[in-house]
């Protein structure tokens, strides 16, 4: 693994050309120099989605700028399909938790809905994307997950896409266990998850939810679990009954 | 559900009888009357995993004394025997999102252990049972997981409970998909999860562990998750496939 050789991971949507310069932004710059206190000549990774991961070389680190050559690719660019997850914001310290956890679990897409319940005003995509970077370099992927704009349930469901299945974890009691919802979407079948707000879906909101044809109605067992637990628990069982889960780590 | 009722649910270790008077200590009698505002007359729910759950109406507040009243039985008393979670301490604020997470996900009893690459003291038990205690009180729960001492992983293995079987959860790459470990546990048996520390096991202790004949070696796909987050996916994806998520709420 490139983990073990090479310490830092960096996100990097420039193209990345083996031979070619790759400017850093301040930011960037910043990290490599004061926090993680790297020199000209420093090994780093860097990839993205369209170009895979690359051994990049520092070439030069200033206060605010900086730049890496790019050297060799350690991995070539691979699908990483992972579910959409359905939330309706929480508050902050607990949206930036689902976050990082809901990109290592491998999230394609997060998309904050509004629901009759949902208290607006909190979200903070910039910041939310951070902890979503920071994490993707973290767990080695590959890709970032794609934030949404925050949507009207009603909206999402109108424009829903052909051939993707909604995993629908109904905290009210309704549904099948969520396994067997699971188990039961077409194999490589698209998806996505949803998990209402703290006060729960609304009566005419669960109603919409569960006539819709793409809908599977799922349990989460027994207990009344928060929104953000519901959704990266819901997110693992997923991926352990019809996701990645079933391929392990390259050793 | 008991919880539309009835907003407060509190645990009480003690026992609690119908028509009989249960004091409140001076933590609890704070909590009642200066953060959720209560009175003499209120109606609370009070549940322990020995008696059930009641309906109770304070009797008494002061400063920091009071009492409450038992009234009559909300729920039976039944038997929650979740899975173990043994884990590496980690940092403070990630140990308690794992104790709230792993409490609402149905762990029995959180059992921490010193690895080769454990950072030591860093356990706060009354804490951590503060955040588990609150955790069963939202989640709906009648008992409060145990928390085991640290104690060193050699020693835990060697005192082994016969009939429990324990997923490791291998963030090396070895073991089989956890879908396919947790589907090949004898149906009902008890069950333990183990995850390592943020280093990783040591190869001497990934051998010890591979070796015993009720270990079940696990991969959690292809990313590679911080030791909270293997905890917490591991939990749902056992308790969706062979745990109590096979059951629902009751409406």
């Given at each position: ?12 949507p420039?193209?990345?050309?083996p ?112 902890h ?30 052909a ?28 998806a ?15 109603d ?25 628990a ?18």
């Open positions: 693994m490139t983990a073990e050789k090479i310490a830092t991971r960096l996100y990097l420039a193209a990345l050309v031979g070619s310069a790759v400017a850093l932004d301040a930011g960037l710059s910043h990290r490599l120099r004061t926090v993680l206190r790297l020199s000209p000549g420093a090994s780093v990774a860097a990839f993205n989605a369209n170009d895979g991961e690359f051994l990049c070389r520092v070439a030069e680190l200033g206060r605010n700028r900086g730049s890496l050559t790019v050297e060799s690719r350690l991995r070539a660019a691979e699908p990483e399909a992972g579910p959409w997850l359905l939330f309706a914001p929480v508050k902050r310290l607990r949206l930036e938790w689902l976050f990082e956890k809901g990109t290592e679990l491998g999230v394609g897409a997060f998309a904050p809905v509004m629901t009759a319940r949902t208290q607006p005003d909190r979200l903070n995509s910039e910041r939310l994307l951070a979503a970077v920071a994490a993707a370099e973290q767990c080695e992927r590959l890709s970032v997950p794609d934030i949404r704009p925050l949507a009207p349930l009603n909206q999402v469901l109108a424009e829903w896409p051939g993707r299945w909604l995993i629908f974890c109904d905290e009210s009691g309704g549904g099948i266990p969520i396994a067997e919802a699971v188990a039961g979407l077409p194999a490589g079948a698209a996505a998850l949803i998990v209402g707000p703290e006060g729960g879906f609304t009566q005419t909101e669960l919409a939810l569960a006539n819709l044809p793409f809908v599977k109605r799922a349990g989460l067992g027994p207990r009344v679990l928060r929104a953000e637990t519901a959704a990266l819901a997110l693992a069982a997923y991926q352990a009954i019809a996701g990645d889960w079933r391929s392990l780590r390259r050793r």
